[in-house]
C-alpha cells in the first residue's frame, strides 16, 4: 500500500469513528430527552453545547491531507441530511425531535438545527484544524450560545434595554463561555501543532466572542436564526482579525 493510500485509509477511519462518536452523542441525548430526566429546553441547549465541541475534539484524529477536512465534515454533513429529512416530515424520529426542537415541532428542525448543522460543516471544510477561526466559530456558536440561553433563563432578571427577550446574564455568559472555550481548544490544538498559541491570539478570541455576544444579543432572531448569526459574525469577525 502507498504512502497516499494509507493517509486515506487512515483518514477514512478517522471519519467513520468521528461520525460514529457524533451519532452515538446524539443517540445518547434524544434517550434522555425521551425519558424526560431534564426539560426539553436544557436537553436541547446540552445537544447544541456538546456535539460541536466534541467533533471539534476529534479533529486530531485526522492526517495533514488536503482531503482531510472534507472527510471530518462527513458528520456535520450527514446531519444536514438528517435534519432535511426529519424536518421535511420525510423521517420520523421522535427522540431527535424532542432533544432539538424548542416546542417539539419537527419543522423547527429546518431553523436552527440545520443551521448549526451547516455552520460546522463549513467551518470544517473552508478552515480546519490550522485556522483560529474555525476554533472561534464552532466555540462561539456551541458553547457561547449555549450557555447564553440556559444562563439567561436562570439567572437573567436584568434584561436588556435594546432587546426585553435577552439578559444582561445571558450576554455576559455567551461572551465568556465563548472566549474561554476558544482559548481551551487553541491550548489543545497547540499542543498537536496545529495552532501557535499567543498573547495576541488570546485577545482576538475575546474580540471575536465580544462581537458574537452583541450581535446575539440583537432584537433580529425573529428574522435570523442565532445559530446563523452567531457563526456569521464569529466568521466575519474572525476573518479580520486573524
Not at 462518536?21 to 441547549?45: C, H
Not at 480546519?128 to 450560545?145: F, K, M, Q
Not at 499542543?191 to 440583537?218: D, H, K, Q, Y
Request: charged letters at 15%; aromatic letters at 12%.
Amino acid at each position: 500500500m502507498s504512502p497516499e493510500s494509507g493517509t486515506l485509509v487512515h483518514d477514512i477511519f478517522s471519519a467513520g469513528l468521528t461520525l460514529g462518536v457524533v451519532l452515538g452523542l446524539l443517540i445518547f441525548w434524544g434517550e434522555i430527552a425521551k425519558r424526560s430526566f431534564f426539560e426539553q429546553t436544557t436537553i436541547r441547549k446540552l445537544v447544541h453545547i456538546s456535539v460541536g465541541l466534541v467533533f471539534m475534539f476529534c479533529w486530531p484524529l485526522f492526517s495533514p491531507s488536503p482531503l482531510a477536512p472534507f472527510l471530518a465534515a462527513v458528520a456535520p454533513g450527514i446531519n444536514i441530511i438528517r435534519m432535511l429529512l426529519l424536518g421535511l416530515g420525510i423521517w420520523k424520529n421522535e427522540a431527535v425531535v424532542k432533544s432539538m426542537t424548542r416546542k417539539g415541532d419537527y419543522r423547527e428542525l429546518l431553523r436552527g438545527p440545520l443551521c448549526y448543522a451547516c455552520s460546522l460543516t463549513l467551518s470544517t471544510t473552508i478552515f480546519w484544524r490550522t485556522s483560529p477561526i474555525a476554533i472561534a466559530a464552532i466555540c462561539n456558536l456551541c458553547a457561547g450560545d449555549g450557555v447564553a440561553d440556559m444562563f439567561g433563563r436562570r439567572f437573567g432578571k436584568k434584561k436588556l434595554p435594546h432587546n426585553p427577550s435577552k439578559s444582561f446574564a445571558g450576554s455576559i455568559s455567551m461572551a465568556i463561555a465563548g472566549f474561554m472555550a476558544s482559548i481551551g481548544f487553541m491550548h489543545y490544538f497547540a499542543s498537536f501543532g496545529f495552532v501557535e498559541e499567543s498573547w495576541s491570539m488570546f485577545w482576538r478570541f475575546m474580540l471575536v466572542s465580544l462581537a458574537a455576544a452583541i450581535v446575539e444579543s440583537l432584537p433580529i432572531h425573529s428574522e435570523l436564526d442565532d445559530n446563523l448569526t452567531v457563526s456569521l459574525t464569529s466568521l466575519l469577525v474572525g476573518a479580520v482579525v486573524f
